[in-house]
């Protein structure tokens, strides 16, 4: 009976309270007074279910009932206690909500948190049957963060205990991509929501702080490497900063440039708050190296976002030495300074002649020409293959048959053997031949074929030309001969 009398109480109660004075419960009053009335449902369901239970236990002990009937009702009154409990959990959900205090980004090294200040706010809770405005004990909140409907931190979901008594909560989140938005989706019992914020930054420390996701890159000489730079300024940092770079060799040129405007910059100018800008670095490189300059070796540099006022004081010392006295700590300011890497690399670049371009022969004959291919670039070349159009039935090789490699400034010599078919026409064709690099080339240059023309003649013909020539040459020597002895006289 003591039950019964408490299952009355909890269900009275929390009707009450559905029904209380309080301006905001009324404009909620009709869903509080259908959750009360099915709260009440559910207690007089199981309070129903425990009665049929204790009966069958009664009438199993006398031999008057079977075991599966008295099984039945056992799972009936597990039933019915579920279905109370969930009701009443609803209605202890009414009214209660998670209120986010703060939302503060936080980096440590590398690495970036987002620190939530969580509170748990309204609700009832039921004391022997009564309902008092208070907050639950052992509440369990559910909380993620997402940006775009995707989670953004690890762990994915925390679950948060509040208490008896301790009502505000700190939870961390690792951040697995940079944002500025985040929403805060939270959990309870019947309840959920999604708050939209705006990061607040942690101004702990250096104010400044400027990041490169692809902060080591390799660039072939005569090219560029792009570098994304976010820089993220906090409170107390109004006023003009001035974009450089250190450590870079003669002969390097950098820019710094907007991603959307693609305008030059050289001064960024925070204001109060927090802020976050994108700039583009642009490292441009020379078509050779310098003394300098060394290939194939990592070269580190630094980019420095200094108040201009410190630029313009330390002039004398220069850029250079300002970074390493900030690097080494014995100089403080409010600027920012992120190391960056760059391999630079040279360039392969073949060039190859054929000699000669023009060959005579019949069917059946082997042509040969001499090809000479030279390594004018600054990198070795790597993987070359011979290729050649040849007609139908001819064949066509290359003496050595590969070409490993050529270093910069050597050469190699190969010898191009044309098979002709026997059975080839009389005539004329152009043969296109050239080379190209395998998939095992780290670095692929590209080459111009030359054309080769073959002219191919039948025997007779061949040897009408001989004779020809040969009188030809007969005739010239003896013209020569006639003007020596026309001289001498």
């Not at 205090?101 to 440590?108: C, F, H, P, W």
């Not at 590398?110 to 969580?118: A, E, I, P, T």
């Not at 931190?153 to 301790?166: H, K, Q, T």
């Amino acid at each position: 009976m003591t039950r019964k009398r408490m299952l009355r109480g909890c269900a009275l109660g929390l009707a009450l309270l559905a029904f209380g004075p309080a301006h905001s419960m009324a404009q909620q009053s009709g869903t509080m007074e259908s959750n009360s009335i099915r709260l009440r449902q559910e207690a007089l369901r199981l309070q129903e279910a425990e009665i049929e239970f204790e009966r069958a236990k009664g009438l199993l002990a006398n031999g008057l009932v079977s075991t599966s009937d008295y099984q039945r009702k056992q799972i009936a009154v597990e039933s019915a206690r579920l279905s109370f409990e969930l009701a009443k959990a609803e209605i202890l959900g009414l009214g209660r909500r998670i209120s986010v205090g703060s939302a503060v980004k936080v980096r440590r090294g590398v690495q970036k948190f987002v620190r939530l200040s969580l509170a748990l706010i309204g609700g009832v809770e039921l004391v022997d049957g009564a309902g008092a405005q208070a907050t639950p004990a052992g509440t369990v909140a559910t909380v993620a963060i997402k940006n775009n409907a995707v989670n953004v931190g690890r762990p994915y979901e925390r679950s948060i205990n509040f208490d008896a008594g301790a009502t505000v909560r700190t939870a961390e989140f690792e951040l697995l991509r940079d944002v500025d938005e985040i929403v805060v989706h939270w959990q309870l019992p019947g309840r959920q929501e999604d708050v939209a914020l705006v990061l607040e930054r942690d101004s702990r420390g250096r104010q400044i702080t400027i990041e490169s996701e692809r902060f080591s890159q390799e660039a072939d000489l005569g090219s560029e490497a792009i570098f994304d730079l976010r820089i993220e300024a906090y409170a107390a940092t109004v006023g003009a900063y001035t974009l450089s770079t250190s450590g870079l060799p003669d002969g390097i040129r950098t820019e710094f440039v907007d991603p959307i405007t693609k305008s030059r910059l050289t001064q960024l100018r925070l204001g109060t708050g927090a802020q976050t800008a994108t700039v583009n670095l642009r490292v441009l490189l020379p078509r050779e190296a310098t003394a300098s300059l060394h290939l194939d070796r990592p070269l580190g540099f630094h980019v420095a976002l200094l108040p201009a006022d410190v630029v313009k004081g330390q002039a004398r010392k220069g850029v250079d030495q300002v970074v390493r006295e900030v690097e080494s700590g014995d100089m403080t300011f409010l600027g920012g300074i992120v190391r960056l890497e760059l391999l630079p690399r040279g360039v392969p670049l073949l060039e190859f002649t054929v000699q000669p371009l023009f060959l005579e022969g019949q069917p059946g004959d082997s042509l040969v020409a001499t090809t000479i291919l030279r390594n004018v670039g600054t990198r070795r070349l790597e993987g070359l293959r011979a290729k050649a159009d040849v007609p139908q039935r001819w064949r066509w090789r290359t003496d050595p048959e590969q070409v490993p490699s050529i270093e910069p400034g050597h050469e190699q010599r190969l010898r191009l053997v044309i098979d002709v078919d026997k059975a080839a026409e009389v005539g004329e064709r152009e043969i296109r031949f050239g080379f190209d690099q395998g998939d095992s080339a780290a670095v692929k240059t590209p080459t111009e074929p030359k054309m080769l023309r073959i002219r191919l003649d039948k025997e007779s013909s061949l040897l009408i030309t001989g004779a020809l020539g040969l009188l030809l040459m007969a005739v010239a020597g003896a013209a020569v001969w006639i003007a020596i002895r026309l001289g001498r006289r």
